[in-house]
């Protein structure tokens, strides 16, 4: 403590003194003098901001380790690299770092953000003593924010198990990279509120922001009475998407969960429960299956990594299906990691479509490549459809995916009576082999190759499909080839 502040301190103690031992000349001046209230409240408004302002009078050029420590204590990050702290009295008592680097308590090594004018909020009681001020809350303003997945597991961390004292995040953005340090996302932050409510016992993180151009909302909150469980929701807007999370830590290692995704007019809830060696996921008997219900069985094993899962999807038209299915494969076939091996059945047992039915796609993951091998799709009472040897190529910027087919007739008479095929052009039939091409861009069909059991292979035509009408036209065009060879 140097010597201006001992006299500093000293000058307030006495005045405080003085205060107090004329406080009944005071009262009695007030009491006494048409202007005594009037120039009561000049002194004690005089009182007061010589109280608030003493402290830009101290000497703060060798406070940053004294800083340093109490956001430490109350914020559970460090703060590295100090330069400039000055204090400002307006709007309201609080500290300003002109420059300064932060980092997780857990990971010293790790930055976070190099971050410009952090403000610190700092309570009014014990102003006058610079040693015992107390933090409030910090504010960081206009940060980038460089995450890998180590930041994200100390920050889950932090938000487990830290008590710490308010921090408000402002107009912001978030890089997140991979192992490569490659930027993978980046979502804009508007606004951060990460604090306690003591009063309810809850811990909350608040988030609005903006993923992949789209805003979001997210709120997580866990309470401390049950300290075993907490919940989450993040809502997107455009398009309408939401997920509701519950954990509960139970006594047996594993933590129990249950997801309920709801997009558009579609629900998945998922139950499952998970430790560091496996996610098992569960149908659960208290959910009510309808037509807007979907679910996820199977189990994920973590260590080595393989999946084997089944995912039922309800009301959902086949073409919204095969877009998103698609571009992600195509997506996922480009990054496909060599450990990422296993099964995934999704089955479309209503495909909202009036030729097709039950849909399973057997997707399996295997070093670095993704087949679609021994997936199928039902044409109602006729017979099934095959797929084999899916590929996926670009051509003129958009996106192309294509497949060999085998379609078994189930029903002739029913075959040749939905594609209008006349009598005298019918055969035996009982298999279809050819070649389809799915633009994902535009949603239109290609056939080529059609070969009727087995025949010897023809000159080679293709055909674009749009709709029914043009599949019907398509299917009797190629019996009348047959009957004129």
């Known amino acids: 403590m140097n010597k201006y502040h001992l006299k500093t301190k000293r000058y307030f103690l006495k005045t405080k003194s003085y205060f107090l031992k004329r406080k009944s000349y005071f009262n009695n001046f007030i009491k006494n003098n048409p202007l005594g209230s009037i120039i009561g409240i000049i002194i004690i408004l005089s009182s007061i901001s010589i109280y608030f302002i003493i402290p830009t009078y101290y000497n703060y050029e060798n406070y940053d380790n004294e800083i340093q420590k109490k956001i430490l204590k109350d914020f559970k990050l460090n703060l590295k690299n100090i330069k400039g702290i000055r204090y400002s009295i307006l709007p309201a008592p609080h500290f300003k770092i002109e420059e300064c680097d932060i980092y997780f308590s857990e990971s010293p090594e790790e930055k976070l953000a190099n971050v410009k004018n952090l403000k610190i909020n700092v309570f009014s009681k014990n102003l006058h003593i610079k040693e015992k001020i107390e933090l409030k809350n910090i504010i960081l303003n206009k940060i980038d924010f460089d995450l890998q997945f180590t930041d994200l597991k100390n920050f889950y961390n932090h938000l487990q198990y830290?008590?710490?004292?308010?921090?408000?995040?402002?107009?912001?953005?978030?890089?997140?990279?991979?192992?490569k340090k490659e930027i993978i996302s980046i979502s804009k932050i508007k606004k951060i509120d990460y604090f306690i409510d003591f009063q309810n016992k809850d811990k909350n993180l608040n988030i609005l922001g903006n993923l992949f151009g789209s805003n979001f909302t997210f709120a997580w909150e866990k309470n401390f009475s049950n300290s075993k469980f907490s919940k989450s929701n993040l809502k997107f807007k455009n398009p309408n998407f939401n997920i509701n999370n519950k954990f509960?830590?139970?006594?047996n290692g594993f933590i129990e969960a249950r997801t309920e995704?709801?997009?558009l007019e579609n629900n998945l809830d998922l139950n499952y429960k998970f430790n560091k060696e496996k996610i098992e996921f569960i149908e659960s008997k208290n959910i009510i299956r309808n037509n807007k219900t979907s679910k996820l069985i199977g189990n994920v094993s973590l260590n080595p990594f393989f999946l084997d899962l089944k995912l039922f999807l309800s009301n959902i038209a086949i073409e919204t299906a095969l877009n998103n299915i698609l571009l992600n494969l195509y997506r996922s076939n480009q990054v496909v990691n060599f450990n990422f091996n296993g099964d995934l059945k999704i089955y479309l047992d209503q495909v909202n479509n009036r030729l097709l039915e039950n849909f399973i796609l057997n997707i399996r993951f295997h070093e670095e490549k993704i087949s679609l091998n021994e997936s199928s799709l039902d044409l109602k009472k006729i017979g099934k459809i095959n797929f084999y040897n899916l590929s996926f190529y670009e051509r003129d910027q958009k996106l192309f995916a294509k497949s060999k087919i085998k379609f078994d007739v189930i029903d002739q008479e029913m075959f040749y009576r939905k594609f209008q095929v006349s009598k005298k052009y019918r055969i035996d039939l009982n298999k279809i082999n050819f070649e389809a091409e799915y633009n994902v861009d535009d949603k239109i069909y290609y056939l080529s190759n059609i070969n009727f059991?087995?025949?010897?292979?023809?000159?080679?035509?293709?055909?674009e499909v749009n709709n029914i009408q043009q599949l019907n036209y398509i299917v009797s065009k190629e019996f009348k080839k047959i009957s004129s060879e």
């Not at 509960?248 to 006594?251: C, R, T």
């Open 261 to 263: 995704l709801i997009f």
């Open 162 to 179: 830290s008590i710490s004292k308010p921090i408000y995040i402002k107009n912001s953005n978030l890089f997140f990279r991979d192992k």
């Open 453 to 463: 059991n087995e025949n010897s292979k023809k000159e080679i035509t293709f055909y």
């Open 248 to 251: 509960n830590k139970s006594n």
